[in-house]
């Protein structure tokens, strides 16, 4: 019984590599960016948020097995649509507005992907670097919009 299961996963664990969801790796032609307020900025988050928010994504090795490839892809996929600084001025709203809260807050980069992402690691003072710096790129939130 055990033989069968581990052969039943291996055979699952195969075939679902063939599977071509997650395995374009192209990046799209940067469309616009912002004016960055200073290099430093965009150094910062070129290493912390670009692979999701921009069209300049870093494929890592593991985003060509699945089933890893369909969740990065759809994670690349959902943080180009909601703030995406290679289309910039293409968007409906500014995102970018909401960009320094996300960082203050402990909301990006996402927990997970940190530990495959040691530059996105930001120390206390890069964090408050980049908040900064994305609150004078984009400007600040207006805390009335987001009780609305």
Not at 15 to 22: D, E, K
Not at 36 to 56: I, M
Request: proline content about 7%.
């Amino acid at each position: 019984m055990k033989t069968k299961i581990f052969a039943a996963v291996v055979i699952t664990a195969v075939a679902i590599q063939f599977i071509p969801y997650g395995k374009d790796h192209t990046n799209p032609p940067i469309i616009s960016e912002p004016t960055w307020d200073s290099p430093r900025t965009q150094e910062l988050f070129n290493n912390a948020c670009a692979d999701c928010h921009s069209h300049q994504t870093k494929y890592p090795w593991y985003s060509n097995v699945a089933p890893v490839s369909w969740l990065i892809a759809r994670d690349i996929q959902e943080g180009r649509e909601h703030f995406n600084v290679s289309a910039w001025g293409q968007q409906k709203k500014n995102e970018g507005k909401e960009a320094a809260k996300e960082v203050r807050e402990g909301e990006m980069p996402l927990w997970f992907y940190l530990p495959t992402h040691p530059e996105a690691q930001l120390s206390d003072t890069e964090k408050q670097e980049l908040i900064t710096g994305l609150e004078k790129t984009f400007g600040k939130e207006d805390p009335q919009e987001e009780e609305k």
